[in-house]
């Protein structure tokens, strides 16, 4: 930033007039209906298979008991895909191995192989549970997963292939068994943590029940922390 003298030098934040148009509305409508996919896209089954509820922490388990799915509840959902894959390429690892082991059959059979082990490999998440569950290894990727048992099974023989997805399924569970017991055990240190620390010193900050803020409480919220970040003397 350039030398000058008044005290916010270099930032120059002028807040939107509240009788403004969205922000938002200069976005195209069909790319904000299709978005997020974790949402509305491949997550959508994942979500309606579980009823909403992340399976590690159990998170929105409370709308069994409630009469209705609350947004801001349903927005923190996402998917943990269980076995991960080797370089991020999820879709094209599956695709791959279920193309080797299963050569012999039909493209249609394959499709329904490849869309059936995405199921059994996606969970619903909350974003908590799913960045804690992300970082844990497993011993398997997805194409070595598919890959292994094919080759101990006659995967293409009479009821050999319903072996071979049974198996699958055993190890995806193991993999999830273990990334869940590894994220309850975090979750547990952070909830001790949040109680004994976090949590009363955010209680202190709080004057009593307030509405949830408009985008233009926002926007005022963020100019005051960075007012005062860039008023702080810079060790």
């Known amino acids: 930033m350039g ?3 008044n005290e916010n030098d270099g930032i120059d934040i002028v807040l939107p007039d509240p009788g403004t148009p969205h922000r938002w509305e200069q976005y195209d409508t069909e790319d904000l209906e299709c978005s997020p996919q974790s949402l509305l896209g491949y997550g959508k089954k994942a ?7 992340c399976l590690y922490c159990g998170y929105g388990g409370s709308w069994q008991v ?3 799915i609350k947004f801001d509840a349903w927005r923190q959902l996402t998917v ?4 991960p894959s080797c370089k991020g390429q999820l879709d094209r ?3 791959n191995a279920v193309a080797a082991v299963f050569q012999v059959r039909p493209m249609d059979h394959q499709r329904k192989i490849i869309h059936l082990v995405k199921d059994l490999n996606e ?3 909350c974003h908590l549970c ?3 569950a992300s970082r844990c290894t497993s011993r398997n990727y997805i194409g070595e997963a598919i890959n292994l048992f094919g080759e101990h099974l006659q995967a293409d023989a009479a009821g050999g292939i319903q072996q071979w997805i049974e198996q699958l399924r055993r190890d995806i569970w193991e993999v999830w068994h273990f990334k869940s017991d590894l994220v309850r055990a975090k979750l547990m240190v952070l909830r001790n943590s949040f109680e004994k620390k976090i949590g009363p010193a ?3 900050s709080l004057a009593g029940t307030r509405p949830l803020p408009t985008p233009l409480d926002l926007d005022n919220k963020l100019k005051h922390i960075m007012d005062s970040l860039i008023n702080t003397p810079l060790p």
């Open 123 to 125: 969970v619903t998440s």
């Open 47 to 53: 979500h309606q298979r579980s009823g909403g509820v």
């Open 66 to 68: 409630e009469p209705e």
């Open 130 to 132: 799913n960045s804690m």
């Open 202 to 204: 955010l209680q202190v």
């Open 80 to 83: 943990e895909h269980i076995v």
């Open 3 to 5: 030398e000058g003298n």
């Open 93 to 95: 690892d599956i695709k």
